[in-house]
Each structure stands twice: as C-alpha cells, then as structure tokens.
C-alpha cells in the first residue's frame, strides 16, 4: 500500500504552476517531477528545500504529515 508522503502537486496548483516549470527551475526532467508529483519516488531533503523556496513555502508545507503513520 502506497502512501502519499508529498503533496507537490497540490502546492503546485495552489501557486499556479506546473511540474515543467518546477522541473526548468531545478534543472531536472519533467518526468522526475511528476514521479514526485503522483508519489511514486521523493525529491531528497536538499531538493525538497529547493522546491519549498521556489514556490514560497516553508519544507513541512511539502511534506503530507496526515498520511504519514
């Protein structure tokens, strides 16, 4: 059973981006993003603070705390 640990996608539409503009600013492949974005891998703890800076929120905001058991 899959847990969702990151919510990415949804700070994602909430500041009105899209995953290739957070794959262009990051240097990375859109497809690497969206793995993040529909959790089927997690952005270490380094890149997940990139992403948090660029979409103006704090590291916790990523992170699904509700889902995490």
Same mark, same amino acid.
């Given at each position: ?6 919510? /990415?996608?949804?700070? %994602?539409? #909430? @500041? @009105?981006?899209?995953?290739? &503009?957070?794959?262009? #600013?990051?240097?990375?492949? =859109?497809?690497? +993003?969206?793995? &993040?974005?529909?959790?089927?891998? #997690?952005?270490? *703890?380094?890149? %997940?603070? @990139?992403?948090?800076? *660029?979409?103006? +929120? =704090?590291?916790?905001? *990523? *992170?699904?705390?509700? @889902? /995490? #058991?």
């Amino acid at each position: 059973m899959s847990k969702d640990l990151n919510c /990415i996608k949804v700070v %994602l539409v #909430q @500041k @009105k981006k899209t995953g290739k &503009w957070l794959a262009n #600013q990051l240097g990375l492949s =859109e497809s690497t +993003v969206s793995r &993040w974005c529909s959790n089927t891998a #997690q952005p270490n *703890l380094s890149t %997940l603070n @990139k992403v948090a800076k *660029l979409l103006g +929120v =704090e590291m916790k905001d *990523l *992170l699904n705390n509700n @889902k /995490i #058991q």
